[in-house]
């Protein structure tokens, strides 16, 4: 692959001048998410725990705010590396844009990796694709088989993509406009739905729906994807999705352990030992010298805090370590494993934070208690919703009515196709935050009768 042809500051939609404007594209992409709507809502959509009131814990805003961060130094170093390895082969504005902008790209797109996820995290995702399982008898046949793949498979992946470059009934300017760079590198997943296939890596999910086809080649096309596939439609990922990945593996594999910590739902005893022993099983630390500053530490929350930035900068420097070691391969996407996971080869403690949040993190009641509970909400608002946009105009009950009239306008695809009203549908659920949609499933059921101001 070209270097120089790997970013592109060509938005989806719009490529308008910004001459009063000091701010590269990249940055004016990461301020544009900031103040977005969508990315404001991720404060009231699950992390992992159930937000819980008298102690913090993180939602998918803080997570997505802390892993924009390590994203920034993961694409500081990388492009330092790229301008400096390569530069004989970039040109003089390519090495401007690795050497001082490859960070604001990686940082923006870790900023909105999520904004696609439903509420009730996964358990919300799995809510949409069960409800089209288990309705095929009477919805299949009104779509295309390519359709019909995108709601059994729902993904927020994909769903991402659709809410950063769709343009909704009655909004004035439509999309995000992103750059092409940022948008290529949230692709974790570039393949349509029919692709998708759970034994190759960047082919396990995936990542747009038959409605983004177009504007995702539009963008691979930017920024120099290579295309594996026309039919079904699937690329290699963009070298930069790698850097994303790590920055969320790195943050969310971390911190989950330290919410569980201050939930004491980890002792702490088995939290600071496993912190302790990778960072020393990754050479960054004498195990006694660790022990010794944890020792002038009093509170037992502080002692994980500090060994949490500890261990957070040293997966850092290990994942710039195999992505520059492994760039060729990274380069040509080729390379088959995420750089957490190759970084798990040299440090067996990773195998055993993974196991202990399997077993008492993401198992925890609490945590299965949100699961199911999210799973009955957003299944509930599915049946409300969707049998009444698909109803032929001359049958829609006047029950159905009132429920059409629930959606807001800008999701209501009155003359578009089975698939496009439906999509409308999945864009106001998946859209909502976890307290939204408990209040509207509680009115809709009857549970809670009367204005809320």
């Not at 940055?27 to 709507?37: A, E, G, L, M, V």
């Not at 199911?372 to 608002?381: D, I, P, Q, R």
Request: a negative charge; glycine letters at 6%; aromatic letters at 10%.
């Amino acid at each position: 692959m070209d270097l120089n042809k790997l970013y592109s500051a060509t938005r989806t939609n719009y490529n308008g001048s910004h001459k009063s404007d000091q701010r590269t594209e990249f940055q004016r992409d990461f301020d544009r998410i900031i103040f977005s709507s969508p990315f404001r809502r991720l404060q009231n959509k699950t992390q992992v725990f159930p937000l819980p009131g008298s102690v913090f814990v993180h939602n998918r805003l803080t997570h997505s705010l802390e892993v924009a961060s390590v994203g920034r130094s993961l694409g500081s170093l990388a492009g330092s590396f790229i301008a400096q390895k390569f530069d004989a082969d970039l040109t003089d504005e390519s090495k401007e844009f690795y050497k001082y902008s490859l960070d604001s790209v990686i940082a923006a797109a870790c900023l909105c990796h999520d904004i696609g996820n439903p509420a009730f995290g996964h358990s919300g995702e799995d809510a949409i694709a069960s409800y089209f399982i288990k309705h095929q008898g009477e919805l299949k046949e009104k779509f295309s088989e390519d359709e019909w793949k995108d709601f059994i498979n729902f993904e927020g992946n994909a769903n991402a993509i659709r809410v950063l470059t769709q343009q909704q009934n009655g909004k004035s300017g439509g999309s995000f406009n992103l750059t092409s760079s940022t948008l290529s590198a949230i692709a974790k997943y570039p393949c349509q739905s029919s692709a998708k296939n759970k034994k190759i890596l960047h082919r396990k999910k995936f990542g747009f729906f038959q409605s983004e086809i177009n504007v995702f080649e539009e963008m691979a096309a930017n920024t120099s994807m290579i295309k594996e596939a026309d039919s079904p439609v699937q690329y290699k990922r963009h070298p930069f999705v790698w850097l994303v990945e790590a920055a969320d593996d790195i943050c969310y594999h971390i911190i989950d352990l330290e919410d569980a910590h201050r939930l004491s739902i980890v002792e702490s005893h088995l939290c600071l030992q496993l912190l302790v022993d990778l960072i020393v099983s990754l050479g960054a630390d004498d195990k006694s010298r660790l022990e010794t500053r944890l020792q002038e530490i009093k509170n037992k929350n502080e002692k994980v805090s500090y060994l949490r930035a500890k261990a957070i900068s040293v997966l850092i420097g290990k994942a710039i370590e195999i992505y520059t070691r492994d760039f060729d391969a990274i380069l040509t996407g080729d390379y088959d494993t995420s750089i957490f996971d190759s970084i798990g080869k040299q440090s067996p403690v990773i195998r055993q934070i993974v196991d202990v949040s399997v077993e008492f993190i993401y198992n925890h009641r609490s945590v299965v208690e949100i699961e199911n509970a999210g799973y009955n909400v957003m299944s509930e608002l599915l049946s409300h919703f969707i049998p009444p946009v698909l109803a032929a105009k001359d049958a829609v009950s006047k029950a159905q009515d009132k429920a059409i009239k629930l959606l807001p306008e800008q999701f209501r695809y009155k003359e578009g196709s089975n698939y496009e009203k439906v999509m409308g549908v999945l864009d106001y659920v998946s859209g909502m935050t976890d307290n939204y949609a408990t209040d509207l499933y509680r009115k809709i059921k009857g549970i809670e009768i009367g204005m809320t101001v």
